[in-house]
């Protein structure tokens, strides 16, 4: 009950923010909530139950494209919807052919799941439509997109954590544990990733859709951003990805240095958080989270 | 007749690059999404050769494929091994973990191409007159590409087959966890196996680059083919996966021949899919 109340204030806090910065710490606090939605909104399936989805950014390009195509057309609340529609489409479609099997057909299929969108979309508007990009214009403020995302981020832990109590976290973490076993107890495994992973994928694409106003200018190339699916996973990484609070735990800092490489080593940044990335697999598999337990698990014994 | 020769040689190239992947998932049961990096990094290699030392590409495949099996030698050494010490024989944990460490080095290896030699599509002309093949004009350089593909990937199954080590190598393959009763040193035959995995990939990344146009950033692609060929052949099937290979060339031509080139991804991802809900263990793989 306490902690539900602190992080209902540290909510609170956190939505009053933006009345008092300025538009650049505005454009990096919008930053670090979209990320702690995707890497939080990744963890609830894929931190439980080792099924490691590299498609992050299919499902959040798109959700960005989707209101880049309808802006004009429907009123926002409707665009936000299609976008979740569409991403839980896509999720179902994804999980009903590969989630049956075993998880490294999961893993290879959203691999290669970014490029195929993205492909089909540029194949469609070049050869259909005639036009590639698109303009956003919606009657947004920065501080309506950080809100909006501040919300999805809240539901993003708060569903984590919601789902940790229920029947369906606790047969993820036996799928995660061990699929065979979780069989065996009668978990139907199929079912269950699957609406875990449809869960998780709806949030993401949500992610795409209400970061998009802050493009104005849309094009395959730009939303489907490989580097998007790969932050999300090393941020879930690094603060511990079966953990409540690991992703948000991750998620900050990285962000912060992302933004400091791309702006002092633009050309190379890329390598520095390729080798980060390989540095958390290899010395902290399960996070800072974990490794701060063990940590005070060996002080506490010592001070026995 | 065209699009069927055209295939073919597509599939060659292909089936090479799928051969190595088998290898490194089979024999050293590291998943390398990172794959298609060192492929990619073999042609920007082939290139530079060809336009800085004015090296044939013929005689510079024969300097690559052994700095191939060297890169994978010390990247299973020093990457892959202290995972699989790690995992400690539970297959579930050294899959997860090198699929992680692999996508890393993807991003790494990705970085470094684009700051070598930038973004943009690169290719070279060379021995690029048509020969008359079955009414067909192919380009002598696919043809040469082609012969290369058959020769290593001919090379591969009579090796594996009936050598000495090839009986090795399918031992640790077959049963990781019997082969040492029997003498054979595992961490040694994985190594040589990723190894062998990274110089098939490397000669395949050169021979692309003799006849294709190619960017940094098309490494993704080139690993998501090769996968999708290994499991369409069985995984760790040598033969299936030269069938699967060739197979992918010929669909992919004939899509990007009567449909759009911009749809040969899809129709790769429409086999995959198939593949999975008929026979996920594979076209030509045994039933577990």
Redo the contacts between chains.
């Keep these: 009950m306490i902690r539900l109340a602190i992080a209902l204030l540290g909510l609170v806090a956190l939505a009053v923010v933006p009345l008092f910065v300025s538009e650049y710490e505005l454009g990096l606090m919008i930053g670090m909530a979209t990320y702690v939605a995707l890497a939080s909104a990744w963890a609830l399936f894929s931190g439980q139950t080792n099924y490691i989805s590299l498609a992050t950014v299919a499902f959040y390009g798109t959700g960005a494209y989707t209101v880049a195509v309808l802006n004009e057309s429907l009123p926002y609340p409707a665009v936000i919807l299609c976008a979740a529609l569409i991403g839980a489409g896509m999720a179902l479609l994804v999980g009903l052919s590969t989630l049956r099997l075993s998880g490294i057909y999961f893993v290879i299929f959203t691999f290669g799941l970014a490029e195929l969108v993205r492909q089909l979309i540029t194949w469609y508007e070049v050869s259909i439509t005639g036009t590639l990009g698109r303009y956003i214009f919606l009657d947004l403020t920065a501080r309506d997109i950080y809100w909006q995302m501040l919300a999805l981020a809240a539901i993003a832990i708060g569903l984590t954590a919601w789902t940790n109590r229920t029947r369906l976290g606790l047969a993820l973490r036996a799928i995660g544990d061990d699929e065979v076993v979780a069989a065996h107890s009668g978990i139907h495994l199929a079912r269950t990733k699957l609406i875990a992973f449809t869960l998780s994928a709806t949030l993401i694409t949500l992610v795409g859709a209400v970061a998009s106003p802050r493009w104005v200018y849309v094009e395959p190339l730009i939303v489907f951003n490989p580097t998007v699916s790969f932050l999300t996973v090393i941020m879930a990484l690094l603060g511990g990805a079966n953990r409540l609070w690991g992703p948000l735990v991750g998620a900050v800092p990285l962000f912060l240095l992302f933004e400091w490489l791309s702006i002092n080593f633009p050309d190379t940044y890329p390598i520095f958080l390729g080798m980060l990335f390989i540095a958390v697999v290899f010395v902290l598999p399960n996070g800072v989270l974990a490794g701060l337990d063990d940590l005070r698990a060996r002080f506490g014994r010592r001070g026995k | 007749m065209t699009t069927l020769v055209l295939g073919l040689v597509l599939g060659g190239t292909y089936a090479l690059l799928a051969l190595g992947l088998t290898l490194q998932y089979g024999i050293a049961r590291i998943?390398n999404?990172a794959y298609g990096e060192v492929t990619l990094l073999a042609a920007f290699g082939l290139v530079f050769l060809f336009q800085t030392a004015g090296l044939p590409p013929l005689v510079a495949i024969i300097l690559i494929a052994p700095a191939g099996y060297l890169t994978g030698w010390l990247l299973y050494t020093f990457?892959m091994r202290?995972?699989v010490q790690?995992a400690g024989g539970k297959p579930?944990k050294l899959?997860?973990?090198s699929?992680?460490?692999t996508?890393?080095?993807?991003?790494?290896?990705?970085?470094?191409m684009?700051?070598l030699f930038g973004a943009n599509f690169t290719s070279i002309s060379y021995l690029d007159q048509g020969i008359n093949v079955l009414g067909v004009s192919v380009a002598l350089n696919r043809l040469i590409a082609f012969g290369i593909c058959l020769v290593a990937g001919v090379g591969l199954i009579v090796l594996l087959h009936w050598s000495r080590w090839g009986l090795i190598l399918r031992a640790v393959a077959l049963t990781p966890g019997s082969a040492p009763l029997v003498g054979i040193d595992v961490n040694k035959v994985s190594r040589q196996g990723f190894a062998l995995g990274t110089a098939l990939a490397a000669v395949g990344g050169a021979s692309i680059a003799m006849y294709q146009t190619f960017s940094a950033n098309d490494g993704?692609?080139f690993?998501?083919k090769a996968?999708?060929i290994v499991?369409m052949g069985g995984v760790g099937n040598v033969a299936g996966a030269l069938a699967a290979g060739f197979a992918l060339g010929l669909v992919e031509t004939f899509v990007a021949t009567t449909f759009?080139p911009?749809?040969t991804?899809?129709a790769t991802?429409a086999i995959?899919?198939a593949v999975?809900?008929w026979r996920?263990q594979g076209l030509f793989g045994r039933r577990s």
Aim: charged share 10%; aromatic share 10%.
């Design positions: 998943m999404l990457m202290p995972l790690r579930g899959e997860v973990d699929i992680l460490a996508f890393g080095l993807l991003f790494v290896l990705q970085g470094i684009l700051v993704v692609i690993t998501m996968l999708i499991i759009d911009g749809l991804l899809a991802f995959f899919l999975l809900i996920p």
